[in-house]
């Protein structure tokens, strides 16, 4: 099963927060959550960090024990540690997808993120990202196409992926 989360997409949220999570999505939280099996409902951690943050990044059990390891290497009493504990450990949300393939977003994510009545979902390899359907359009799209606006008409993002990891 892939681990990797792909593709976008928009779904209602009602009035109590429960928002339906892309049925490829909930495939790649299954095969990350090693306590899962058929019949439970896959685990993953919204991360919803600090004020520049503009969406909710919901990690795998995996990825988000693969942070925790990082964060765990660092020396205990460092600031790094302390912050990255407070960003990924202290703002973050454990929760579990419900049997009808929903999350329940409580209130207070969804005033942070200005999240009413319909999500933006948007892979990001072994995360993914909610988002207000019109913050996302205004920051990262915007983001994005002038990043790809910058470069030079004949260039292919592809090639900044040359040289990568030693190849």
């Known amino acids: 099963m892939a681990k990797r989360f792909r593709g976008e997409s928009r779904h209602k949220v009602d009035s109590k927060g429960r928002v339906s999570i892309p049925a490829s999505f909930r495939r790649v939280l299954e095969a990350s959550d090693p306590n899962w099996e058929s019949g439970k409902f896959p685990e993953l951690v919204i991360v919803y960090g600090d004020h520049r943050r503009a969406y909710l990044e919901c990690y795998t059990m995996q990825a988000i024990e693969e942070v925790d390891e990082k964060i765990d290497r660092l020396p ?68 994005t196409e002038a990043w790809l606006d910058e470069l030079p008409d004949d260039v292919d993002p592809l090639i900044f992926l040359d040289g990568v990891g030693g190849e």
């Open 76 to 143: 205990r009493g460092a600031v790094e540690r302390k912050m990255l504990q407070t960003l990924f450990q202290g703002q973050s949300l454990p929760t579990s997808v419900d049997e009808t393939g929903r999350l329940v977003l409580p209130a207070k994510l969804r005033a942070k993120i200005g999240l009413e009545d319909e999500a933006f979902f948007i892979a990001a390899g072994d995360t993914f990202q909610i988002w207000r359907p019109e913050t996302f359009e205004a920051v990262e799209l915007a983001r």
